[in-house]
C-alpha cells in the first residue's frame, strides 16, 4: 500500500482447495520476499504441502499421490507414488511421497516387513538427489520410536529443529513427532509444550491433533486425548488411523459400545489386520459376541503383522480361548513384536500362570534389552 496516495502499489493472492493455513502462508510469504527483492534460501516443507517443479506438480501422478498419502491410503499412495519417481527421478519431493508412502506400508511389520528395504533403499535415493533434504533423517527417526531407542529419535529430532530452512508447518510436524517420545519418558511438560507449538503452527493439519492425542493418551489424560482425537476426525474422516485412534481412546473409556463405530471404520478403509482385530475385541466388549467372532475370523484372514496378532490374541483371550491367544502371541512373537507393556495387558491376566506365556514374556525381555541403545 502507498499510504500517502491511498492506493495499491502490488498484491498477490492464494487459493488453497485443502483448507491449509499453513501451506497457504508459505506460499504468500515467499511470494512477497521475492516481489521485495529479499534473498531466499531454500524452505523444507511438510510432505503434504510439497508441489515439486512446475512440470510435476502439474502431473496427475503428483496429485493422486497427495491425495492418497492425506487419506492413508496405503496401496494407492504406493502405486501413485512409484509412478511419480518414475516419470521424476531427480525430483527430490516425490522421493520424499515415495518414502513416505513406503513407510505407511512398513509400519505395522515393522524392520521385519517386506518393504522395509525398499523404504532403506528410497530414503539413500532421497539423500542422493538432495543431500541436504531433512525428511530422510525424520522418517528414519520414526522408526527408531517403532524398535523402542526413543531417546536416540528425541536427539536426532531436537537437531533436526535445530535447522533455520523449515517451513512453519514442518517444524510444527517435527515437534509433534519429538514429543511422541518425549511421553514415552513420563516427561509431560515437554511434550505438551511441544505439541501445543505443533498445533499453533499448523492449526488446520489433522496429523498435529493425531499426535497430541496419541501423547496425551499414553499420559493416561483419556478425556482429553478424546476432544483431540475428535478434531482429527474432524479434520479428515476418510483417515482409518484417525477412525482407529478414537475407537482405542473410547476403549480405553470404556465406552465399548461407542468404540465399535470407529473400529469398524478404520477396519473398513484399511482391511489393516490390527485394526479389523481391534474392531472384534470392541464387540466382544460391547456384549456382541457373535458379530465379534465373525469379525476375529475376518482379521485373522487378513496379511499378518505384529500388532495385528497380538490384537487377536487379546481377543481371544478376552472371549475365554486361551490356546489360540497363547498361539497368537507366539506367532506376533515370531513377527518382531517388542511391546514392553505386554506382562501388564489386562487381557492377559487369565494367561499369566501358563508356562508358554512366560516363556513369551522372558523371549519379549531378552529381545528388547538386545536393541536398548
Known amino acids: 500500500m502507498d499510504a500517502r496516495r491511498n492506493r495499491i502499489v502490488w498484491g498477490t493472492e492464494r487459493s488453497v482447495a485443502d483448507g491449509s493455513l499453513s501451506a ?105 538427489v538432495d543431500p541436504e533434504n531433512p525428511w530422510d533423517e525424520i522418517f528414519r527417526n520414526l522408526f527408531l520410536c517403532r524398535i523402542g531407542r526413543s531417546r536416540e529419535a528425541i536427539q536426532s529430532f531436537t537437531r533436526v529443529l535445530g535447522r533455520a530452512d523449515l517451513t512453519p508447518a514442518a517444524r510444527g510436524n517435527v515437534l509433534s513427532l519429538r514429543a511422541q517420545s518425549e511421553s514415552q519418558f513420563a516427561d509431560s511438560a515437554a511434550a505438551i509444550r511441544d505439541l501445543e507449538e505443533s498445533v499453533r503452527l499448523d492449526p488446520t493439519n489433522d496429523i498435529s491433533y493425531v499426535m497430541y492425542a496419541y501423547a496425551l493418551q499414553r499420559m493416561r489424560r483419556l478425556e482429553e486425548a478424546l476432544i483431540r482425537s475428535r478434531q482429527a476426525v474432524a479434520l479428515q474422516p476418510a483417515s482409518d488411523q484417525n477412525q482407529a485412534q478414537l475407537g482405542e481412546i473410547l476403549a480405553g473409556l470404556e465406552r465399548w459400545k461407542e468404540a465399535v463405530g470407529p473400529f469398524a471404520k478404520a477396519c473398513e478403509l484399511s482391511r489393516r489386520q490390527s485394526f479389523c482385530a481391534e474392531l472384534a475385541h470392541a464387540l466382544l466388549k460391547a456384549g456382541r459376541a457373535a458379530a465379534a467372532a465373525r469379525a476375529a475370523r475376518e482379521a485373522g484372514s487378513l496379511p499378518e503383522s505384529d500388532w495385528g496378532t497380538e490384537a487377536l490374541a487379546v481377543y481371544y483371550a478376552e472371549a475365554g480361548n486361551r490356546s489360540e491367544a497363547i498361539r497368537m502371541l507366539q506367532r506376533s512373537l515370531a513377527l518382531g513384536l517388542d511391546d514392553p507393556e505386554l506382562a501388564k495387558t489386562p487381557a492377559f491376566a487369565s494367561l499369566r500362570g501358563d508356562p508358554a506365556f512366560r516363556s513369551i514374556l522372558a523371549e519379549m525381555d531378552k529381545r528388547i534389552a538386545g536393541k536398548a541403545p
Not at 88 to 112: N, Q
Request: hydrophobic share 40%; aromatic share 10%; proline share 5%.
Open 24 to 128: 497457504l502462508v508459505a506460499s504468500l510469504s515467499g511470494d512477497i520476499a521475492s516481489k521485495l527483492g529479499a534473498a531466499q534460501s531454500k524452505l523444507y516443507d511438510f510432505f503434504y504441502y510439497l508441489t515439486g517443479s512446475p512440470a510435476m506438480k502439474g502431473s496427475p501422478d503428483f496429485a493422486t499421490a497427495l491425495g492418497a498419502i492425506r487419506l492413508h491410503d496405503r496401496e494407492g499412495s504406493l502405486s501413485a507414488t512409484q509412478r511419480l519417481i518414475e516419470g521424476f527421478p531427480k525430483e527430490p519431493d516425490a522421493h520424499v511421497l515415495r518414502a513416505f508412502a513406503l513407510l505407511m506400508v512398513s509400519w505395522e511389520g515393522g524392520t521385519s516387513s517386506p518393504r522395509y528395504a525398499e523404504f532403506e533403499e528410497e530414503l539413500a535415493a532421497l539423500d542422493r
